[in-house]
């Protein structure tokens, strides 16, 4: 593939129908209402000159080389500002429009370094080109003239340079900070010629607000704002498209490449997730895919105390092969099972959950989504029929009011923010739920109505006080109600109740009551009102009933089945959708669907000649109880660091060393592969191929930029396996694993890779019912016909804070770095976050003499760790806060057994816990943490 | 309360049989064998079961009930 350049219209689409005629040099076109005579022109073919507008952003009129003619109209308006009006005759080529770009553009020429030859942006610049073609040969002014070209360079990004002597002031990257980004890091400061951009108060983009997202570096005409990348690699020659391994936003790629060197990732404009914009993981922390860690050879050793020995394939493979064999004649045939992987494609997880049923023999196979959405799952299923988010991520376009629950979307879900926010800054109503002040509470152009901070843990509380002013003060949507839900009588008595009522339950939320019955009217009285919610959410004991219970609140109010609104979980990792929908919980075949279910068991079990078990298997935190209690032997672990990310680390390494095999596939040696007898080398996001699949159901294709560094895909090594253990399991590529998916689960029966490489991306279901996919879900009637709704009780976690410890203990993630680290930590975003630190408020600072910087230990009763502590106002009393992305901190050495009731997804949000003093922060590093 | 110690599915059950406690008994009971059909290992079936019998086992007297109603599972 050659490198692939998206047409620039030069402003963006308009919505509705294309009513308007306009006519440009002599060609006509129908344009929605609204769109600009520059966009009518290059939908017509005809490219208009122009250096500050870009279809990006809203038009800015500021360079005027974008001038035409109008019938009619005096002088030649800028047709980047200009809208199209019914009949207007244009005309964009004269001789005088020539001579008024020439100038213009001469003026921009002498003040700009003659350095193209050698400039990195050579032949990928606009204002080169633009030069070209105005016909610009010389320069009438000189190049003596008072210019920038000693202006210096900002290089205190990691990933790209500011080189202040190439701007030329046209204020594109100030408008896709403040427009797409929504940061407004940037200013054009001063007047006329000494117009210069600054980021924050003048400092450098790293002092500023500046998240490094890089819309600034695309928005940029020249090569002012650049990739780092490029200029040492140079320029990239061809582009694969594919998808961001991170998170759930599944934003589309660019992949550029120098031969086989990927130079940028550029976002794809095309991307239905992301439409062309990305946050710092995906833009620029993809150097870990070659980094010298990498293990690419299999490892193998009998005991873990052994050291590693390096092994060709076929001997790892035989070896495990032959050992799971071995286990299940000892110990029977549950004793072994696999843990399938949300950051691996759908092909690689299929692969997996049908080793384990179809080789294996068993149902032993969860997936490390159960650790953080599984109550999704459980919740959404119960509620409307199926375990996934309602809408498509346009879909917020629509909403009048959005209540985030439990959910970071600036930190973890960055560029579905950026859109949140942008429907934020058009007037829409915001109410947080979170006991932090998120970034979204107040950011620029931002506020929200209402904050309900909430203590952790009280979730249910709060929803059902919600849904208790939704029924005692007539906001039912009745007629949504009777028409299209079950259950509602019973439930209305139950939620009526006064034990629900906001003032009941303010003593254990929190929240003040009237501010709890202002955000409910606010969120029931709009036209159109969505949830967005998290971990927030998913990671209590009362995980799936707090889901069940947003799912209530959003059918009471109509909120269901069009566009704006609905119940919409954010996605931790890139696949956490796929990995569920493809089969790997322990009682559920690909597609949600039960396995004791005879009807669906004999699809299978035709297709891959094996009698599969009706019984459901083990839960991953079962399957650490059965190792301890001796039941339970091997474990296949996919690019998962459980040891690492799963609670209570301590219960989980003495299960994994109590077990007789364990085979770890992933990128790096880990904290599990500590426990590992068995190394498979995995791949990286650059080198699978096959899909993932988003938070809004989307099948994006992850295309391989590079072969297998390992020489093997990791589907093929799980065939193999299955192979080594007797069963025939073969495919030719990742596309036949996929065809299977399509033909075995009605649900993808549409989907295909031809269909993908057409398409772009479906969102399932996608099938003769919907061959395009299903964007907004529940629209006429709930996947189990009626919705249901679902009593929800309050029950408080049995993790409490005590006089021993008095604090709460909640845990996230941020911005620049990504789950365990395993990846981000070996990128440039270590700038951003060298170590996990402790949030905690002023006021619990204080009481125990802590101050800012200062190492501290942080003990639950099951474990104790240290790390530094981060004074901050955003924590409310009590709670203290920290990520789990550095290994050396273990954050989940403290957090404790409780899980969800529902799902045995762990309570990670909830550790009661208490902070002491260890080391004081030398002098010197207090005021570089203050800010 | 339950800790530590109190062994996994005995602990689960009573967090399951938490969620039903205002709920008609026999209702509730119901509810919870189908969860626990639904979701849960043979093995860690058999051993509620097994435990369901015993006096003193800690469990949740609506998880006793709902262990009544589940089947011995076969083959473990
Ligand atoms: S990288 Fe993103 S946040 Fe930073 S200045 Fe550019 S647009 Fe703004
Ligand atoms: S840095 Fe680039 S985008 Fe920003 S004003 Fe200068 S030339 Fe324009
Ligand atoms: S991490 Fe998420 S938001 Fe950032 S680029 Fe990747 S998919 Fe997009
Ligand atoms: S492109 Fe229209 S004024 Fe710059």
Redo the contacts between chains.
Sequence with gaps: MSLIKEQDYGTPARPGEATVSVEIDGKTVLVPEGTSVMRAAAEAGIDIPKLCATDSLEPFGSCRLCLVDIDGRKGSPASCTTPCTPGMKVRTQTPKLAELRRGVMELYISDHPLDCLTCPTNGDCELQDMAGVVGLREVRYGFDGENHLDLPTDSSNPYFDYDASKCIACSRCVRACDEVQGTFALTLEGRGFATKIAAGAGGSFMESDCVSCGACVQACPTATLQERSVVELGMPTRSVLTTCAYCGVGCSFKAELRGDEVVRMVPYKDGKANEGHSCVKGRFAFGYASHPDRQLKPLMRERITDPWREVEWAEAVDYVGRRMLEIQAHHGG?AIGGITSSRCTNEEVYAVQKMVRAAFGN??VDTCARVCHSPTGYGLKQTYGTSAGTQDFKSVEKADVILVIGANPTDAHPVFASRIKRRLRQGAKLIVADPRKIDLVRSPHIEAQHHLRLMPGTNVALINAMAHVVVTEGLVDREFVAERCEDFAEWERFIAGPEHSPEAVEEITGVPAAEVRAATRLYAGARNATIMYGLGVTEH?QGS?MVMGMANLAMATGNIGREGVGVNPLRGQNNVQGSCDMGSF??ELPGYR?V?DDAVRSVFETLWGRTLQS?????I??MF??AIDG?FRALFVQGEDIVQSDPNTKHVTAALSAMDLVVVQDLFLNETSKYAHVFLPGTSFLEKDGTFTNAERRINRVRPVMAPKTGKHEWQIVCEIAQAMGYPMKYDNSAQIMDEIAMTTPTFSGVSFAKLDQVGSVQWPCNDNAPEGTPIMHINEFVRGKGRFV?T?Y?PT?ERSTRKFPLILTTGRILSQYNVGAQTRRTGNTAWHPEDLLEMHPHDAEVRGVRDGDTVSLVS??GETSLRVKIDDRMPVGVVYTTFHHPVTGANVVT??H?D????CPEYKVTAVEVALKNPAPAQTVPAMAE | MTSTHTPPHIRLANEIAAQFQQRDPAAASREIADHIRTFWDPRMRSKLIADAGRTGSGLDPLAVAAAALLPRPTGT
């Design positions: 549950g149902n032993n004991s009933t322990p009682h039960h004791s019984e459901p298997g083990l839960r935190p079962n109880d059965a039941s009593e009780v029950v049995q009763r099951v404790t057994e899980s009731w529902a799902t045995n």
